[in-house]
Structure formats: C-alpha cells, structure tokens
T-cell receptor, first 115, second 116 residues
C-alpha cells in the first residue's frame, strides 16, 4: 500500500493553463504539506493543512491554491501557469507533534513542465 | 528562525569507503533533525531522525548520525559505502514551536557519488 500518493506523476502543459495535482495519504496523519523542489533540487515549503485547516501559507503567488476536502487529501490548483512554475511538487504528511514525532512522509512527486 | 547548512554540495567516495555528509543547523530552541535520501526521480525517504532522545541515531541502510549540540551539527555517516547509496541527501530541521506546524527547513542537499 502506498502511504502518500500523488497524481499525476508527470504534467506537461502550456503557459496560461490551469492544472491540479492531487495527493492522498493513508497514514492517518492530521497534517499535510506541499513542497516545491526547483531545478537545483532545493526544497521549499509552500502550504500546510492540519485537519483541513490551513496552517502554513508561505510566500507563494496567489495563483496557487491548496484545498483539503478531508484530512487524508490535499490538492494543489495552479492558475495561469508560468514558465517559472516548472518544478517537482511533493506532497507530504506528518503526525506533526503527536507523541513528539515530527517526521514527514513524502509522495513520489509530480514533475510539472510548463512550455 | 531555523536554518540548515550542508557543507559540500557534492561528495565522492569509493565503494567500501567511509561516507561522511556534513550538516550544521541553527535553531533558538531544541531542534528535531532529520536526514532524508532522494534517489533519482523518486520522493524523499526518511533515513533517520533525532528527537532529543539518544544523541547517536541509527537509521536505515547502515546510516547513522550524531547530534552534537556544542557544534550545532548532525553529520551523517556510514562505515562502508555501497554503489546503491548514490543519491541526493538532505538534512532538515524543525522545532516544537507554539504553532506546532512541523514545518521542515531543508539544507541545500548533497549529491553522493560512489565510485567502483
């Protein structure tokens, strides 16, 4: 069973389009995250939800909008895609403080290419 | 605010040699520290974690790391490198702050190359 899954794995689209990435975890965690990994492999937090409530919203263009329909799912919608949005996007989940544990479990990533 | 610095963006070792990947952190409160490994075109896999229990932490695949508060370091080691260890390694820090978000701050990553 895959703990954290993301769809799609690859996404190629043109500038100006709108696209979504979906994430699901079956670990029973309350907290989920979106990270962006750039071409130099640097990882940066974008958003985090705890039990469907937004708790982290870093300096991200408002073209990016996360949505959490329930605590097992966290989706990322991107409007008006730009070339600079090309990156690998990772979803992660964590018990985040439950019993003093903070490790995060990552999905396989979605490689977004904007042309 | 927390930060992580990984010394050496690229480390090359021979198969069977010692692996040492360096990580220094900055945190005003007791940190939780992690090492993750990323194989090509895959997600991040947790290697090991420090959560204020033992300072010497053992992880998967024969890796271990030692938390040294006086040096603000959390270096990753493995006695004998294997070809399959070639990957990108990330050190990360979080804290048990009042916001309790568990946000991870990552280092820049170190590419480990293992030569036959």
């Amino acid at each position: 069973d895959t703990a954290v899954s993301q769809t799609p794995k690859y996404l190629v689209t043109q500038m100006g389009n709108d696209k979504s990435i979906k994430c699901e975890q079956n670990l029973g965690h309350d907290t989920m995250y979106w990270y962006k990994q750039d071409s130099k492999k640097f990882l940066k937090i974008m958003f985090s939800y705890n039990n469907k409530e937004l708790i982290i919203n870093e300096t991200v263009p408002n073209r990016f909008s996360p949505k959490s329909p329930d605590k097992a799912h966290l989706n990322l919608h991107i409007n008006s895609l730009e070339l600079g949005d090309s990156a690998v996007y990772f979803c992660a989940s964590s018990p985040a403080g439950t019993s003093g544990t903070y490790e995060q479990y990552f999905g396989p990533g979605t490689r977004l290419t904007v042309t | 605010a927390q930060s992580v610095t990984q010394l050496g963006s690229h480390v090359s070792v021979s198969e069977g040699a010692l692996v040492l990947l360096r990580c220094n952190y900055s945190s005003s409160v007791p940190p939780y520290l992690f090492w993750y490994v990323q194989y090509p075109n895959q997600g991040l896999q947790l290697l090991l974690k420090y959560t204020s229990a033992a300072t010497l932490v053992k992880g998967i695949n024969g890796f271990e790391a030692e938390f040294k508060k006086s040096e603000t370091s959390f270096h990753l080691t493995k006695p004998s490198a294997h070809m399959s260890d070639a990957a990108e390694y990330f050190c990360a820090v979080t804290t048990d702050g009042s916001s309790n978000t568990g946000k991870l701050i990552f280092g820049q990553g170190t590419t480990l190359q293992v030569k036959p």
